[in-house]
């Protein structure tokens, strides 16, 4: 493969199953150096530290590690090992080396002759480390090198992802570090109460967020004393002067992504809730008007707390703006509960004009009536009402005693013409305000309601309710017909009765009258408030 460059003492390959042979270790090798670097990172996520690189005075190697704590008297730093596959220990300071950056291999091309250094391990129990080396020949994507400690025996060739640049850095000098112990806020320190597993995401986390604070501050060491609640640096004068200015405000920045990443917990966990609810439960929505939203809600909340409190009801949500009604309920039967309890309408209920006091009632007694049997909020007339059907733009006064302004006129005209009233007296049979009505309907006459002024009546209610009033009314109005007809029957009745007893003298048995109107008991009456009158005259 390399031509007669190289002396027999050199490795070379006998065979192209050689070649094969190696390529497959240095795969193999790669695959272990994924793994390797997957466990580094998850290393420095638990302790913030520069790596520095300790040599092996056996194996000339140098193994990544962190600088933990120094001894500047002794001249010693305290090592902790990558993947702890060496118990922590103090070396010379002499044999420890900053670590080189990250390097990108598919941008590193050596050449022949060049110091590098290959990563490589002596052992399967050992983690990689990096050993010197020189490139001799280079083919393809393979270098053969031959280690600067070990003879030539040891030659061998591999893969150019396996070689970085040689780390030109001199030994680390304990006379020009420093270290400090900085106070940890009380909402960044681990709580004892927590399990271990949960205490070590807690440290973990917090490591992780030094890094930042790490490269900032150009510190070899960032460690978090569990027990002391402190945060211990090493690094130079100026790193820990940086650090000492950094970590202040670093610890509030942590603190304010801490509160911010709980309450998205929060709201996650929220989040989840109500999706699965929604997926179990039974969404049910509906419309109101946006005039009657305040209704809906009822006084500070009132009737939505109500309609909650049904059971299998999760949640009611009530949009202002647009009336929107949103039910969340396990099932069909709570959602739909809890609607006729909020569903609010307002509806207009058409009356005949001529026959609206007979609907309403005696200062409005039927419809009173009405509203406590359907369980509406209220069923209301206007004071002016517009012509339904626009019919020469007449207007109506309506008189809430259940009858417009004639009926004012009417009782007037009784009284004055002596006919009439509530009492017994008169021959207007029945009198009072079911008499004024029934006289208005055999005047007018039993026309076609539908070709009549109309007034409406405004109900406003539970949907439920509210049809059930419309239901009344309309019973109330088709009766109407019939009810009327036998008045008028018992009126034709009436006056055969009067025709008799005008022309006979005949006592009425009913109310007890004779032909001229009077009776003894209202003769004697008459008599004593007489002579009541005549002694006041002779006092006088």
């Known amino acids: 493969l390399f031509g007669k460059q190289h002396e027999p003492t050199d490795f070379c390959f006998s065979s192209i199953e050689s070649v094969v042979s190696q390529f497959k270790v240095s795969s193999k090798r790669e695959r272990q150096t994924e793994r390797d670097r997957r466990q580094t990172e998850e290393r420095e996520s638990i302790m913030s530290a520069s790596l520095v690189e300790v040599k092996d005075l056996e194996t000339f190697a140098y193994y990544p590690a962190y600088m933990k704590d120094f001894d500047g008297e002794k001249k010693q730093i305290l090592v902790h090992y990558e993947q ?70 040891y030659n061998e060739v591999v893969d150019t992802g396996m070689l970085r640049p040689a780390n030109k850095a001199a030994a680390i000098d304990v006379s020009r570090l ?101 997926a179990k439960g039974y969404v049910l929505k509906f419309n109101v008007a946006a005039d009657l939203v305040g209704m809906v809600i009822g006084k500070k909340g009132a009737n ?117 009233g509530s009492g017994r007296g008169g021959r207007g049979g029945r009198g009072g305000w079911y008499g004024r009505q029934r006289r208005r309907f055999n005047d007018e006459g039993d026309g076609d309601d539908g070709n009549q002024d109309t007034i409406d009546l405004t109900i406003l209610g539970q949907k439920a309710a509210v049809d059930n009033a419309v239901m009344l009314l309309n019973h109330h109005l088709n009766n109407l017909h019939s009810y009327m007809q036998a008045e008028r029957e018992q009126q034709q009745v009436e006056d055969k009765l009067y025709e008799l007893v005008d022309n006979y003298g005949l006592r009425d048995t009913r109310f007890g009258n004779t032909s001229n109107g009077n009776n003894k008991k209202q003769q004697k009456k008459q008599q004593q408030q007489n002579q009541q009158q005549n002694q006041n005259q002779e006092g006088s």
Not at 324 to 333: G, Q, S
Not at 336 to 344: D, G, H, M, Y
Request: a positive charge.
């Open 84 to 153: 702890a596959w060496k118990p922590a220990e103090w070396v010379p300071a002499e044999n420890v080396r900053p670590a080189m950056l990250p390097h990108d291999p598919t941008k590193f091309s050596p050449k022949v002759g060049d110091d590098v250094e290959a990563k490589a391990k002596s052992s399967e129990k050992e983690p990689f480390s990096w050993w010197r080396a020189s490139v001799r020949s280079v083919q393809g994507g393979f270098c053969l090198i031959s280690y600067s400690d070990w003879d030539d025996s």
């Open 304 to 420: 939505v707390r109500e309609a909650q409190r049904i059971e299998g009801v999760e949640s009611i949500k009530v949009h202002p703006d647009s009336g929107l009604v949103t039910i969340v309920a396990i099932d069909e039967r709570a959602a739909n509960e809890a609607r006729e309890k909020l569903e609010f309408v307002q509806v207009l209920f058409p009356v005949p004009q001529r026959r609206f006091g007979f609907i309403v009632g005696p200062k409005f007694a039927h419809i009173r009536k009405i509203e406590k049997a359907s369980g509406v909020k209220y069923i209301r007339a206007p004071e002016r009402q517009n012509n339904r059907n626009g019919r020469n733009g007449r207007k109506y006064n309506i008189n809430y005693n259940g009858g417009d302004d004639s009926d004012e006129d009417e009782r007037k005209n009784n009284r004055r013409n002596g006919r009439g």
């Open 178 to 278: 420093a270290k400090t112990r900085i106070p940890l806020p009380r909402a960044l320190r681990v709580d004892a109460s927590l399990s271990t597993e949960q205490s070590e995401a807690t440290s973990a986390a917090n490591a992780k967020s030094y890094q930042d604070l790490l490269k900032l501050s150009k510190c070899f060491s960032l460690i978090e004393d569990n027990e002391k609640h402190e945060l211990f640096a090493i690094g130079d004068h100026a790193a820990i002067n940086r650090i000492k200015m950094l970590a202040p405000m670093h610890f509030q920045h942590l603190i304010q992504l801490r509160e911010l990443e709980k309450r998205k917990r929060h709201v996650t966990e929220s989040l989840e809730e109500t999706k699965a609810k929604l």
